[in-house]
């Protein structure tokens, strides 16, 4: 059988190649209030379908008043649902995100300042106004190599997502705008 040209046939798309989003990772600094940390678990809790979990200090900083084991936060890390998830919270930001919020190895984050601004929540009184930060992870096929336990190794540089990759991924997939 005779080679066909690549123009009567159809460009065929490498599935390794696909970029898709890994988890979504909520984030809440409370310092040293605890007030401020019992209502960040509960916003989460609302957020999230997971239960999040307190993150603690694990360095001494006498000046900031912090010791190993004090709690400072929360977080949830959501990984089923996450692209419905992010779709609610890019809402707030007004599905605009800037080039400043990617970083080289393809990943994203941001802030939402007022949780009131997310799409399907209310003002709570008891939680009064609260802000969180977003991290998005996102990976190819493959990429359990570097986490797994037996005989983990590093990706290669050509199947690492860059940062142009990350935005062409988030404008095709959600829609977003990107601001230069």
Known sequence: MPKQSTSTTEK??????EIKIAKVTLNIGAGKNEDVLKKGLKLLQKLSPQTPVKTVAKKRIPTWGLRPGLAIGCKVTVRKGAKELLKRLL???????????????????FGIPEYIDIEGLEYDPELKILGLEVAVTLERPGFRVKNRKLSSRSIGKNHLISKEESI?????????????
Request: no cysteine; hydrophobic share 30%; aromatic share 8%.
């Open 168 to 180: 062409s991924f988030i404008k095709e997939q959600l829609g977003i705008e990107i601001e230069r």
């Open 91 to 109: 809402v707030a930001k007004s599905n605009t995100l800037s080039d400043k919020n990617f970083d080289n190895q393809g990943n994203f984050s």
């Open 12 to 17: 065929v798309r490498n599935p390794m190649r």
